[in-house]
T-cell receptor, first 113, second 118 residues
Framework: DAKTTQPNSMESNEEEPVHLPCNHS???????IHWYRQLPSQGPEYVIH???SNVNNRMASLAIAEDRKSSTLILHRATLRDAAVYYCILTKDSGAGSYQLTFGKGTKLSVIP | DAGVIQSPRHEVTEMGQEVTLRCKPI?????LFWYRQTMMRGLELLIY????????DSGMPEDRFSAKMPNASFSTLKIQPSEPRDSAVYFCASSPQRKGTGVYSPLHFGNGTRLTVT
């Protein structure tokens, strides 16, 4: 799978938007972009995913660059509960089965009250 | 749904002892994954099953590690004999079978078992 690059850590003030970047310059046409996060003392949880178009769900938005070489996870109003490690992961879409997720170091997000 | 259930939550054992970690996946999920997390190496995929059959165990560190899935609702990860370097948090995850391209099925993780080998 293609490699992703994320900043080690970021800080945000509570109730402000947060933009978490991810670079994936070697992405291929069939690679999905997944975002998971891991809250303290918990297992990772799914946040959002996308292929080419921007995506929105209850938790976040995913903005994908036109050339797909980078993406940004957007939390519209950070809360203290959003303090976590955020992982950007690429996997190929085989059309069936499941996804083997290879986790990198991720970005540790701190939210300041 | 109760989610993926792992037990025990914490395990402390002495070097050389056998350790068994347990996982109950979400009902109806066809895939089960075992991950290990350490500060040095992050989250590593150890093995995964599809319909109770091991598909890829290339991440299993050594022969001391073994995993089984005797039925769709239960899996074990066993370490025998355990060593201090096996100390880590072990996560189990499950996901349903995807129905085709464009249909997304995220992985659901349990809260892990923190293993300490002294």
């Amino acid at each position: 799978d293609a490699k992703t690059t994320q900043p080690n850590s970021m800080e945000s003030n509570e109730e402000e938007p947060v933009h978490l970047p991810c670079n994936h310059s070697t992405i291929s046409g069939t690679d999905y972009i997944h975002w998971y996060r891991q809250l303290p003392s918990q297992g990772p949880e799914y946040v959002i995913h996308g292929l080419t178009s921007n995506v929105n769900n209850r938790m976040a938005s995913l903005a994908i660059a036109e050339d797909r070489k980078s993406s940004t996870l957007i939390l519209h109003r950070a809360t203290l509960r959003d303090a976590a490690v955020y992982y950007c992961i690429l996997t190929k879409d085989s059309g069936a089965g499941s996804y083997q997720l290879t986790f990198g170091k991720g970005t540790k997000l701190s939210v300041i009250p | 749904d109760a989610g993926v259930i792992q037990s025990p939550r914490h395990e402390v054992t002495e070097m050389g002892q056998e350790v068994t970690l347990r996982c109950k996946p979400i009902s109806g999920h066809d895939y089960l994954f075992w991950y290990r997390q350490t500060m040095m190496r992050g989250l590593e995929l150890l093995i995964y099953f599809n319909n109770n059959v091991p598909i890829d165990d290339s991440g299993m560190p050594e022969d001391r590690f073994s995993a089984k899935m005797p039925n769709a609702s239960f899996s074990t990860l066993k370490i025998q004999p355990s060593e201090p370097r096996d100390s880590a948090v072990y996560f189990c995850a499950s996901s349903p079978q995807r129905k085709g391209t464009g249909v997304y099925s995220p992985l659901h993780f349990g809260n892990g078992t923190r293993l300490t080998v002294t």
